[in-house]
């Protein structure tokens, strides 16, 4: 290695090999939704490679709005590793009293509607009003399909590149209750530091719309015109855990249909119960090709919060959400103790079978189950 080109310049020129320092091409960054800020790997034979940083240098890092630091941060959280997951909720810990001041906005809409061109367009749009953008996955299939928004950070191009933007995919972790867990604590991250805007886009299929809800301040379902309601899976309880619905790709030849799509969904929410108390929900067009309509949807966004912010229905909704949050993760802990039970494990072979053949009835069944883990 040619030392004399390598070296770089905070280097003393008469420094030994105690102090062997070089700089190499890095890859580009990417693995955290960091895209755009080129790594640089610096080798340093003689010292650990990254150095573990300690509870109050993560904590200081994310209130400093450190990006490396913030990405290692929610890496951290979303670790399986009990160590991990001790550690993490210590810096959570600290860091809860620097968060909650962002517009929590979940979108929803089936594969295809534009979810993830919409969240450019409107990231873009809210980081040239000085917003900073954060922009989150909840996809509980991403263990298979290794993570859908992978694929949609080549198309948020330009606002992954951006760097009042902060893209993470989901975390591919098995239950849709880890996910959340996990989805929940890295909005809380990201608000803590300096994030006042939260995008969290859902696969818009199962039951993650729900478990959005029960995260966001705003929630945004996402249509497209023509395609038949039961193709996009719309069903009328969809409909109501929305905020806004709104018809994408009012663009060329699909904007009247787009319109006329509108004043439809206008007319069947006129029936359904809104979702959010004192705040009727209706129907908008846009294009998130050419960024017609997405001005005015902000709009929307902006008076919901203040009109909630006022009347107090915020801080009572998020006031549950939090409570909810320490019920799925009581749920999650006597589930995954429960499966995991020796006990219960030695007999529930048998106990299948018998329930299944009809020689005990399902009550007893449970009840069986039960006794054997409560031991
Ligand atoms: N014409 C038009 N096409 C759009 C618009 N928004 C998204 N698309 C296209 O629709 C396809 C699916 O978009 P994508 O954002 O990946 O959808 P997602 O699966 O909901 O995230 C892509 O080919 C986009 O270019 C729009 O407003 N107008
Ligand atoms: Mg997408």
Not at 92 to 103: H, K
Not at 146 to 170: N, Q, V
Not at 317 to 327: A, E, G, I, P, S
Not at 345 to 360: K, L, M, Q, T
Request: contains cysteine; aromatic residues 6%; proline residues 3%.
């Amino acid at each position: 290695m040619n030392d004399s080109n390598q070296r770089p310049d905070w280097v003393p020129l008469n420094a030994g090999s105690a102090f062997t320092t070089s700089v190499m091409a890095g890859v580009d960054g990417g693995h955290d939704g960091l895209r755009g800020q080129a790594s640089v790997a610096v080798s340093r034979p003689t010292i650990p490679r990254r150095k573990r940083l300690t509870v109050d240098e993560y904590v200081a890092g994310v209130l400093a709005s450190d990006r490396n630091i913030v990405a290692q941060t929610i890496t951290l959280v979303e670790s399986n590793a009990q160590a991990h997951f001790d550690m993490g909720q210590e810096v959570l810990r600290q860091l809860i009293p620097y968060t909650g001041n962002s517009v929590r906005i979940g979108i929803t809409g089936v594969p295809g509607a534009g979810k993830s061109t919409f969240i450019e367009a409107l990231g873009l749009h809210l980081c040239e009003q000085g917003h900073k953008i954060a922009v989150l996955a909840v996809d509980p299939s991403s263990t298979v399909t290794r993570g859908s928004i992978l694929g949609d950070k080549t198309r948020m191009e330009l606002l992954s590149r951006d760097l009042r933007a902060f893209i993470r995919p989901s975390p591919s972790s098995g239950t849709l209750g880890g996910v959340a867990r996990k989805s929940r604590e890295t909005i809380l991250v990201c608000e803590a530091a300096g994030f006042d805007v939260i995008l969290v886009e859902t696969v818009g299929v199962g039951q993650s719309e729900t478990t959005v809800r029960s995260m966001v301040d705003f929630f945004l379902l996402l249509m497209i015109s023509g395609a038949g309601d039961e193709l996009q899976g719309i069903k009328k309880g969809i409909m109501e855990l929305a905020d806004a619905l709104l018809v994408n790709k009012a663009d060329g030849d699909n904007r009247l249909r787009a319109h006329a799509a509108r004043a439809d969904y206008n007319r069947a929410l006129h029936y359904l119960a809104p979702a959010t108390e004192g705040w009727r929900t209706k129907a908008y067009t846009c294009s998130a090709l050419t960024g017609e309509g997405i001005n005015t949807i902000w709009n929307v966004i902006s008076d919901f919060r203040q009109q909630i912010t006022a009347s107090g229905v915020l801080e009572k909704r998020r006031q549950r959400q939090t409570l909810d949050w320490v019920y799925s993760m009581v749920e999650e802990h006597l589930r995954t103790s429960f499966f995991n039970h020796a006990g219960v494990g030695s007999i529930r072979a048998d106990i299948e079978e018998a329930v299944v053949n009809g020689h005990i009835p399902p009550t007893v069944a449970a009840q069986m189950l039960i006794k054997k883990y409560e031991g």
